[in-house]
């Protein structure tokens, strides 16, 4: 094809779009394609849109196709997809017979074209009467060869997952026999699985409104096809296949099945949002969908927002045109943020969740403090192993409500600005040091051993000062009790640890601090055992003829089911935040980098504490940033109501 000439885009009008049908004519390779333009309203043009993942940015190798007897590129997973769609046309001709593909059916190169095409992706998929997944074909061409065979078995793996679970096999609690025709498949097999279970269509931000807004939805993998209730089933618990007892039939050892815990089924539960007719309203709905698309991959930021855009553009109306002329992703995402923040009205809990995803670790400059960065938004981004103090939330009983005042809100007068209504109640004066990183899994390498006693050494250390400076060290005044202690420490989420009771608690806490001080005069032994050894020193059989020794490491090193190591594993919650203490005596956390003199605040209707820090002032206006959500003992459960604190209109930027 080196002397065919490039295929030239002709322009198309307001509601045009390009169907492609393919040229038997001139080949039967799936490799010479008719493009034609045809208007999205006139409803006799019947076509299949296709879904699929475009190439990664590591792998952009293009490969050519004939278009109209000229020269066009396209990736190779479209590349390789575009025979099997040439041999179905006679297939789908009764419901359909022409496609349309974004990546030909669009111009890549016309940036206003492809603005405009966008605006019409929703038309386009609900106007389809078929989308077909593309999941593209398997690594190795004997894998691909085993996929008719791997589909047969997806009834047979949602069997397992039902049964296991009902066995009471959660995470990290083993391996477990699975029937024999998934145990003792091979790595072949199951390699084939594989590439439907962990195939990476379902992280992609883009596909996830090609099919929430499908009429009809078929999986394809090469001339395979795949019902959309059985992948949906079977994507659902497919994390649970890393604790099989899979064998290889060659060595009869046992693989492990490396399955990703990424929730794959998020399309399926945004396609029930998008077609939800309840009462929620649509800026909710959105809300919900950019929370569930916060792991899913893009390759630019603005598909964040654009990729969301195109599910509910409709609803939104002419107020949504201001998001197409962007001119900088922090202008975009606080226009969107804005959109949804005047549109929502804090009516449901969906808008505390997605201004808590403004507190993630890691955000571009020149947001509002209230604006989450949406690219920077995926578990790496995320304040571990609690990203927010919802997530907090949904382990206590009875679940905290800082605040029932009668919510407000408001834009303010400049761009960026929004007005909340509540009270201004307390002010921090000790900031505390992070909680230290501490992984109860010891990794391999030549000094895991001694990582894992430094970073245990450094988390009793961290306790126990504490402990000195909130309840023994300070001043009598300014002392805390033990049970507000305890509490904050764990946020209140007591049946991690042991029983409901705060006495039961204080005393294992007791338990911890004194084996954490028999560990630390222990440590230095340990130490130097460490260094001339290539494993745990603990590990050693004669480190110490002491069986009390023994199970002051054992307390924290293996039995997760006591008390002890479940404290210290809990001390963990908290990270990613800061211990602070308030002027008015007050205990609690909130994300790190909190500083003296920063602000306690409970909005009206908010589920909890925040923490705000003051801004430069403006034109007279007193206006405040957002430190994070937080957790201030005495402040949980409405007690803000009842004090004696006026309400306020606060100007957040």
Same mark, same amino acid.
């Given at each position: ?7 030239v885009y002709d322009t198309l009008s307001a509601r045009e779009i390009r169907l492609l049908t393919p040229d038997t004519s001139v080949s039967e390779s799936g490799l010479h394609w008719t493009i034609t333009k045809v208007n999205i309203d006139d409803l006799s043009h019947r076509f299949i ?28 997973? #479209? ?27 669009? @111009?890549?190169?016309?940036? +206003? ?7 019409? $992706? ?11 997944? =593309? ?7 004997? =894998? ?9 078995? #997806?009834?047979?793996l949602v069997e397992e997952y039902e049964r296991t679970q009902a066995l009471g096999w959660m995470l990290g609690t083993g391996v477990v026999d699975v029937d024999r025709r998934l145990s003792h498949l091979g790595r072949d097999g199951w390699e084939a699985i594989l590439h439907l279970l ?7 931000? =883009? ?47 046992? $693989? ?54 195109? $599910? ?33 009205? #804090?009516?449901?809990?969906?808008? =505390?969740?997605?201004l808590s995803m403004a507190f993630n670790k890691t955000r571009i400059g020149g947001l509002p403090s209230w604006v989450p960065d949406l690219h920077n938004n995926d578990t790496s981004s995320k304040r571990q192993p609690r990203e927010s103090m919802l997530q907090f939330r949904t382990n ?10 009668? !919510? ?67 001043? +009598? ?9 305890? !509490? ?22 007791? !338990? ?7 560990? #630390? ?10 260094? @001339? ?20 490491? @054992? ?58 820090? !003051? ?39």
């Amino acid at each position: 094809m080196t002397d065919v000439q490039p295929f030239v885009y002709d322009t198309l009008s307001a509601r045009e779009i390009r169907l492609l049908t393919p040229d038997t004519s001139v080949s039967e390779s799936g490799l010479h394609w008719t493009i034609t333009k045809v208007n999205i309203d006139d409803l006799s043009h019947r076509f299949i849109a296709l879904s699929y993942a475009w190439a990664t940015l590591e792998l952009p190798t293009m490969f050519p196709i004939n278009c109209n007897g000229r020269q066009l590129w396209v990736h190779q997973n #479209l590349y390789t997809a575009l025979p099997f769609l040439a041999r179905r046309v006679g297939a789908e001709r009764p419901l359909a017979a022409a496609y349309w593909i974004d990546a030909i059916c669009i @111009n890549q190169e016309d940036d +206003v074209e492809k603005v405009s095409q966008i605006r019409l $992706m929703s038309t386009i998929y609900q106007r389809a009467k078929k989308v077909l997944v =593309w999941l593209g074909l398997a690594l190795k061409p004997e =894998w691909q060869e085993l996929i008719p065979q791997a589909i047969r078995l #997806l009834p047979l793996l949602v069997e397992e997952y039902e049964r296991t679970q009902a066995l009471g096999w959660m995470l990290g609690t083993g391996v477990v026999d699975v029937d024999r025709r998934l145990s003792h498949l091979g790595r072949d097999g199951w390699e084939a699985i594989l590439h439907l279970l962990r195939n990476d269509y379902f992280h992609r931000v =883009w596909i996830v409104q090609e099919l929430a807004l499908a009429e009809a939805i078929t999986f394809l993998c090469g001339d395979c096809e795949i019902d959309p209730s059985l992948m949906e089933k079977v994507l659902h618990r497919s994390f649970l296949v890393r604790h099989w007892a899979i064998f290889d039939r060659d060595t009869l050892e046992r $693989m492990r099945i490396q399955k990703d815990f990424h929730l794959d089924t998020v399309v399926f539960t945004i396609r029930e949002v998008v077609k939800y007719s309840g009462d929620e309203g649509n800026a909710h709905q959105t809300i919900r969908i950019a929370n569930l698309l916060a792991d899913q991959v893009c390759f630019t930021p603005q598909d964040r927002v654009l990729g969301i855009l195109g $599910m509910v553009e409709q609803e939104f109306g002419d107020a949504s045109q201001v998001l197409h002329d962007y001119r900088s992703i922090p202008e975009l995402y606080t226009q969107f943020s804005t959109l949804l923040f005047k549109a929502s009205g #804090l009516t449901k809990v969906h808008w =505390w969740y997605y201004l808590s995803m403004a507190f993630n670790k890691t955000r571009i400059g020149g947001l509002p403090s209230w604006v989450p960065d949406l690219h920077n938004n995926d578990t790496s981004s995320k304040r571990q192993p609690r990203e927010s103090m919802l997530q907090f939330r949904t382990n206590v009983h009875p679940p905290w409500q800082a605040s029932s005042g009668k !919510r407000h809100a408001a834009l303010g007068r400049r761009s960026g600005e929004i007005v909340l209504r509540g009270k201004l109640l307390d002010v921090v004066n000790v900031v505390h040091p992070e909680v230290p990183f501490f992984s109860t899994i010891v990794p391999p390498g030549l000094t895991s051993g001694l990582t894992w006693i430094a970073a245990l050494v450094s988390l009793i250390i961290w306790e126990s000062n504490l402990a000195d400076a909130v309840l023994f060290c300070a001043p +009598v005044e300014h002392r805390i009790s033990e049970d507000t202690y305890l !509490r904050t420490l764990f946020a209140g989420i007591y049946q991690d640890i042991a029983s409901t009771t705060a006495q039961s608690i204080r005393e294992i806490w007791l !338990r911890f601090r004194d084996e954490g001080q028999k560990f #630390l005069r222990l440590a230095p032994r340990l130490e130097e055992l460490g260094r @001339n050894i290539e494993t745990n020193p603990c590990d050693l059989p004669d480190w110490t003829e002491s069986d009390e020794e023994k199970v002051t490491v @054992n307390n924290f090193r293996h039995d997760v089911e006591d008390p002890v190591c479940r404290f210290m594993i809990s001390l963990t919650f908290t990270r990613d935040r800061q211990m602070i203490n308030t002027r008015d005596g007050r205990f609690g956390f909130t994300c790190t980098g909190v500083q003296p003199g920063d602000v306690v605040c409970v909005f009206n209707d908010s589920v909890s504490p925040y923490v705000l820090r !003051r801004a430069e002032h403006k034109d007279g206006d007193v206006r405040y940033k957002f430190v994070g959500d937080a957790y201030i003992h005495g402040l949980m459960y409405g007690e803000a109501d009842g004090m004696n604190v006026a309400e306020e209109d606060i100007l957040l930027v």
